[in-house]
């Protein structure tokens, strides 16, 4: 029993998942202790082909389908497909966090030639957006490319098979429905269905056919309350317009290709993570169970600041949804699930409050829309007097937990959640006085007192560092120590960034806690941003480069993760976004300042000296901003139809967008 207890607990997030009845992930796929690595080509991604057991999964998503496709090969070579397939919209008993419809899809094309069996060997895999594949089986070629449709709620498989001699092709698998019986359903019964369409999208037929060169077939799931989704030529493009949409909004440029390369993947993984609900537009965390489902932490806090720098139109109607309906609710839940259906809070207040203003007042001030902002007053007033009203006797503010929901102490008050109460009052008071309007709280006055408890009650000695501790009676190094500092709060930043990469860093990025292998890329990503706006652009990238080969091109690709080794590494969507502002508020130091203005106080690694971001979007508008190094200043320029708007060359630059 001893053994079995320590399997337990050393392995608890994969075994937890195993036993859905539904897993996320198949046996064989467990990513840990893998050597297989990628290589960059272009903008595609491309397996580098070795010996040996390989897996991988990739999670991509449309608005009302999600799918975390498996794949890799077995220690023979062959082909391990598996995907699993979420249906947000479509709501099972109980109607909690997980309970949308799954199915899961364990084989291969089922087909033979000749009169053999296929078995596939691998040739390569290879993503950029979409999931391609290809297998041989003696001299018959099969290239795959996987996705889901961007609209309706269907998964794609375009299967291409290629023979140079005429063989005789019998495929085995054929088209079938599944019922999920109403009794077990919101709103049911449901019907998941699985197609095997020829090249001219009618139903293969089990008859035998004769190949030579190439034909093309679909493997198409989709699932519905009784209206079946009808597949069009025209979906199997849905994605790639989707796609090329989004590379052409918040293009970074920069001297390190990877950098570059993971940001764009990134924004892919934000933008896409996005369900067309009864309720609206919600953008999810996804990685299996969190789907039609929006937290706090990961939408309000993570996502939303962002959308309005990427300027896209699903996006930007995510947030206003977002914030709109958590503020329906009396108390600030920390998520809502379940379409809208309901919301969770199990892990009492995380500083959920605090999280939801910390987004609203970035979102409102880069969105720029005046009306909208002026709209939100009175809630940002009521929101800001319920935080300051959970100060404790020494003036910071007070939580059950905090976002790690109590996987890790946090006291009864928290670093984390009292610098979110900061820069929501700074937010406000940028808002408040650019609006002109009465508001009943002093947010400039209210912030300084935040800062100086921050300084009085958290700054700390700690393992020889002056940094913080994360609550009272806290003793050892904790990742999100790096939060202030990505406030602007600036007093121990030097000595915080040393302490996180001197001693917190370790070998999947910083560790949660100084003695333990926790390790969330959140936290990861927020201590970049910290070294970027601290100054230590050298140090940032110094670190950044390995992280990077890691995420983009290591075993495991192409986006930033949740955790190790919780949840198999699983591919949410907020880490993304993180990722995405570290570019954006720490290499570039942009901060909104006014409904139409924001500071670019760019922190550059010595050894580049050119960077830019075309197609940024602020206030609704579009341009480029190019920062070149000149001398020991910066020559600041922002484009606007390939014209200059603005020029400064300083350290940083104050630029105002439109009247």
């Given at each position: 029993?001893?053994?079995?207890?320590?399997?337990?607990?050393?392995?608890?997030?994969?075994?937890?998942?195993?036993?859905?009845?539904?897993?996320y992930f198949p046996v064989w796929g467990h990513?840990?202790?893998?050597?297989?690595?990628?290589?960059?080509?272009?903008?595609?991604?491309?397996?580098?082909?070795?010996?040996?057991?390989?897996?991988?999964?990739?999670?991509?998503?449309?608005?009302?389908?999600?799918?975390?496709?498996?794949?890799?090969?077995?220690?023979?070579?062959?082909?391990?497909?598996?995907?699993?397939?979420?249906?947000?919209?479509?709501?099972?008993?109980?109607?909690?966090?997980?309970?949308?419809?799954?199915?899961?899809?364990?084989?291969?094309?089922?087909?033979?030639?000749?009169?053999?069996?296929?078995?596939?060997?691998?040739?390569?895999?290879?993503?950029?957006?979409?999931?391609?594949?290809?297998?041989?089986?003696?001299?018959?070629?099969?290239?795959?490319?996987?996705?889901?449709?961007?609209?309706?709620?269907?998964?794609?498989?375009?299967?291409?098979?290629?023979?140079?001699?005429?063989?005789?092709?019998?495929?085995?698998?054929?088209?079938?429905?599944?019922?999920?019986?109403?009794?077990?359903?919101?709103?049911?019964?449901?019907?998941?269905?699985?197609?095997?369409?020829?090249?001219?999208?009618?139903?293969?037929?089990?008859?035998?056919?004769?190949?030579?060169?190439?034909?093309?077939?679909?493997?198409?799931?989709?699932?519905?309350?009784?209206?079946?989704?009808?597949?069009?030529?025209?979906?199997?493009?849905?994605?790639?317009?989707?796609?090329?949409h989004i590379s052409r909004r918040l293009v970074?440029?920069?001297?390190?290709?990877?950098?570059?390369?993971?940001?764009?993947?990134?924004?892919?993984?934000?933008?896409?993570?996005?369900?067309?609900?009864?309720?609206?537009?919600?953008?999810?965390?996804?990685?299996?169970?969190?789907?039609?489902?929006?937290?706090?932490?990961?939408?309000?806090?993570?996502?939303?600041?962002?959308?309005?720098?990427?300027?896209?139109?699903?996006?930007?109607?995510?947030?206003?949804?977002?914030?709109?309906?958590?503020?329906?609710?009396?108390?600030?839940?920390?998520?809502?699930?379940?379409?809208?259906?309901?919301?969770?809070?199990?892990?009492?207040?995380?500083?959920?409050?605090?999280?939801?203003?910390?987004?609203?007042?970035?979102?409102?001030?880069?969105?720029?829309?005046?009306?909208?902002?002026?709209?939100?007053?009175?809630?940002?007033?009521?929101?800001?007097?319920?935080?300051?009203?959970?100060?404790?006797?020494?003036?910071?503010?007070?939580?059950?937990?905090?976002?790690?929901?109590?996987?890790?102490?946090?006291?009864?008050?928290?670093?984390?959640?009292?610098?979110?109460?900061?820069?929501?009052?700074?937010?406000?008071?940028?808002?408040?006085?650019?609006?002109?309007?009465?508001?009943?709280?002093?947010?400039?006055?209210?912030?300084?007192?935040?800062?100086?408890?921050?300084?009085?009650?958290?700054?700390?000695?700690?393992?020889?560092?002056?940094?913080?501790?994360?609550?009272?009676?806290?003793?050892?190094?904790?990742?999100w120590i790096s939060v202030p500092i990505t406030?602007?709060?600036?007093?121990?930043?030097?000595?915080?960034?040393?302490?996180?990469?001197?001693?917190?860093?370790?070998?999947?990025?910083?560790?949660?806690?100084?003695?333990?292998?926790?390790?969330?890329?959140?936290?990861?990503?927020?201590?970049?941003?910290?070294?970027?706006?601290?100054?230590?652009?050298?140090?940032?990238?110094?670190?950044?480069?390995?992280?990077?080969?890691?995420?983009?091109?290591?075993?495991?690709?192409?986006?930033?993760?949740?955790?190790?080794?919780?949840?198999?590494?699983?591919?949410?969507?907020?880490?993304?976004?993180?990722?995405?502002?570290?570019?954006?508020?720490?290499?570039?130091?942009?901060?909104?300042?006014?409904?139409?203005?924001?500071?670019?106080?760019?922190?550059?690694?010595?050894?580049?000296?050119?960077?830019?971001?075309?197609?940024?979007?602020?206030?609704?508008?579009?341009?480029?901003?190019?920062?070149?190094?000149?001398?020991?200043?910066?020559?600041?320029?922002?484009?606007?139809?390939?014209?200059?708007?603005?020029?400064?060359?300083?350290?940083?630059?104050?630029?105002?967008?439109?009247?």
């Open positions: 029993m001893r053994h079995v207890r320590n399997l337990i607990n050393k392995n608890n997030a994969w075994l937890l998942q195993r036993v859905n009845m539904i897993p990513l840990y202790n893998q050597n297989h690595h990628h290589i960059l080509n272009n903008k595609t991604l491309e397996w580098q082909k070795k010996p040996g057991a390989y897996a991988n999964h990739i999670e991509m998503s449309g608005t009302k389908i999600a799918c975390i496709i498996s794949y890799g090969v077995d220690k023979e070579g062959y082909l391990r497909l598996n995907r699993h397939l979420a249906f947000p919209n479509l709501r099972l008993k109980p109607n909690h966090t997980r309970s949308n419809l799954r199915h899961n899809s364990f084989s291969t094309m089922k087909m033979s030639m000749n009169g053999e069996l296929v078995k596939e060997k691998v040739e390569g895999f290879s993503f950029d957006g979409i999931l391609r594949i290809e297998t041989s089986f003696n001299g018959l070629t099969i290239k795959r490319k996987i996705y889901p449709s961007m609209e309706k709620c269907m998964y794609i498989e375009e299967i291409e098979l290629i023979s140079d001699e005429q063989v005789l092709i019998d495929i085995k698998e054929k088209s079938k429905d599944r019922t999920v019986q109403a009794m077990l359903c919101v709103d049911g019964p449901f019907y998941i269905r699985k197609h095997i369409l020829n090249e001219h999208l009618l139903e293969q037929t089990r008859k035998p056919f004769i190949l030579k060169g190439r034909i093309k077939l679909y493997k198409i799931y989709s699932a519905d309350a009784g209206q079946a989704e009808v597949f069009k030529l025209s979906d199997t493009g849905s994605r790639q317009h989707f796609l090329d970074l440029q920069t001297p390190d290709e990877q950098v570059d390369a993971l940001f764009n993947f990134s924004k892919i993984r934000v933008c896409e993570s996005i369900y067309n609900t009864s309720k609206g537009f919600m953008h999810s965390p996804g990685g299996g169970g969190y789907y039609a489902a929006m937290w706090t932490n990961d939408q309000c806090e993570y996502i939303n600041p962002l959308m309005p720098f990427i300027g896209y139109d699903i996006g930007l109607a995510s947030c206003l949804n977002c914030f709109y309906l958590f503020n329906t609710y009396e108390k600030i839940p920390s998520s809502i699930i379940s379409g809208g259906a309901s919301s969770w809070n199990m892990a009492g207040d995380r500083g959920d409050a605090a999280m939801y203003l910390y987004g609203l007042g970035r979102f409102l001030l880069a969105y720029g829309d005046k009306a909208l902002a002026r709209s939100y007053i009175p809630i940002m007033e009521k929101r800001l007097l319920e935080v300051l009203n959970k100060r404790n006797d020494f003036g910071v503010i007070t939580s059950d937990s905090d976002e790690l929901e109590n996987r890790l102490a946090s006291g009864k008050a928290n670093l984390f959640t009292s610098s979110l109460v900061y820069d929501a009052l700074v937010s406000s008071h940028y808002i408040v006085e650019d609006l002109g309007v009465d508001f009943k709280i002093d947010c400039k006055k209210e912030a300084g007192a935040l800062s100086d408890a921050i300084e009085a009650y958290f700054g700390a000695s700690i393992s020889d560092y002056e940094t913080y501790r994360y609550y009272k009676g806290n003793k050892k190094l904790r990742s406030m602007n709060i600036l007093e121990r930043a030097s000595s915080t960034i040393d302490a996180l990469f001197d001693v917190l860093w370790g070998p999947f990025g910083i560790r949660s806690v100084s003695d333990r292998d926790i390790y969330w890329d959140r936290s990861t990503l927020y201590a970049f941003r910290a070294a970027f706006i601290a100054g230590k652009a050298d140090l940032a990238l110094m670190y950044l480069k390995p992280y990077v080969r890691e995420r983009l091109t290591g075993h495991h690709m192409p986006y930033p993760i949740e955790a190790y080794p919780e949840g198999n590494q699983k591919q949410l969507s907020g880490e993304s976004g993180l990722y995405a502002r570290m570019i954006t508020e720490g290499l570039f130091g942009v901060r909104v300042k006014a409904l139409n203005t924001f500071v670019c106080k760019p922190s550059m690694p010595s050894t580049w000296d050119h960077m830019r971001l075309n197609h940024m979007t602020l206030f609704g508008k579009k341009f480029d901003l190019e920062v070149l190094r000149n001398g020991a200043s910066y020559t600041i320029t922002v484009y606007m139809n390939n014209e200059i708007y603005h020029q400064t060359i300083s350290t940083q630059a104050l630029i105002r967008i439109g009247d």
